[in-house]
């Protein structure tokens, strides 16, 4: 009920009341779905020592479909999924459980394995990848892994959603460079890519959503936010809790950490148009048969949401 309306029960007698409710809720405008999850190599590859690459143990992909299924989402953003025909068996199972997602994109940067992809129910208007990103320290030149999914949506024909995903580099040492200043370029090669939508269109409504491997007070998340954080560019981050009220995404369960690796950045025009009390991340007791990650599920309305 629209909180202006200081209308009762008692004044307006049941019949009219419910009347009246029925048709306010019958007018409100449709909350899209939007799910972003970490697959956990959906691909094939080398899963134990010494033998050949297989692909992901049929009851993970079982679980992540199941999963899905019951988030029931209108646009999906992925990461750690493997080739076109990876793709494309993950849309297939899922139409088999009612959830289609007929228009698909695929993403790669400099990682040859793990790519992110997006699918949705709606039609994609555009689509920009950035796949040749690279970044210097020192002397080396080094691409950004995973690079940046960009697509836009026409959720209505005056509402456009351009969405972002990203997959930054991991928090394991790598022999060649120290992985938080990895991490820390690629987000700035993301916070450029997000000031160069604005520069064409400065009332854009962004969503950079994926596996950003940092947490809260890191320095690549301060770069994507942008300074200063007031500023109309400045990115929101989307503080999301599971039905627990629990912050975490991430299990890693050879050290028992929970950490809240995966997030859903903003930009100030979209943050009013994000149903946060809808908004959660996914709780499943059975989430880790499916990956270490857990999926983040936003509510979006064409419409400001009175708050």
């Known amino acids: 009920m629209l909180p202006h309306l200081q209308l009762t ?101 400099g990682d040859p394995a793990r ?58 040492t790598v022999a060649e460079a120290d992985q938080a200043e990895m991490r820390r370029n690629e987000a700035r090669l993301l916070r450029l890519h997000i000031d160069s939508i604005f520069a064409q269109e400065p009332s854009a409504r962004i969503l950079a959503y994926g596996d950003f491997n940092a947490q809260r007070n890191d320095p690549s998340v301060a770069e994507i936010v942008g300074s200063p954080r007031s500023s109309d560019t400045a990115m929101q981050d989307i503080l999301l809790r599971d039905e627990n009220g629990q912050l975490w995404t991430h299990f890693w369960d050879a050290a028992d950490i929970y950490s809240r690796l995966d ?20 709780a499943d007791r059975d989430f880790y048969k499916a990956s270490d990650h857990r999926p983040l599920v936003l509510k979006i309305s064409p419409t400001p949401i009175l708050k």
């Not at 697959?39 to 033998?51: A, C, D, P, Q, Y």
């Not at 080094?142 to 960009?150: A, C, K, S």
């Open 263 to 282: 997030y859903c950045f903003t930009s100030r025009l979209l943050r009013p148009h994000i149903d946060t009390r809808s908004s959660t991340i996914h």
């Open 115 to 172: 790519r992110l992809a997006l699918l949705s129910r709606l039609p994609i208007k555009a689509r920009n990848p950035q796949t040749t990103l690279t970044y210097q320290i020192g002397a080396q030149t080094l691409p950004f892994q995973r690079g940046i999914l960009d697509v836009t949506i026409a959720i209505t024909p005056s509402f456009d959603l351009h969405l972002l995903g990203v997959h930054l580099k991991s928090m394991r």
């Open 9 to 109: 029960r008692r004044v307006l007698g049941p019949a009219v009341f419910f009347a009246l409710a029925a048709l306010l809720s019958a007018a409100e405008p449709e909350r899209l779905t939007f799910c972003s999850y970490n697959l956990k190599n959906w691909l094939v590859m080398e899963r134990s020592i010494g033998k050949p690459g297989t692909p992901k143990p049929e009851s993970e992909r079982a679980q992540v479909v199941k999963t899905l299924a019951a988030i029931h989402p209108d646009i999906l953003g992925v990461c750690e999924i493997g080739t076109a025909d990876d793709l494309a068996e993950l849309q297939q199972r899922l139409q088999m459980e009612g959830v289609d997602l007929p228009y698909t994109e695929l993403a790669h940067g």
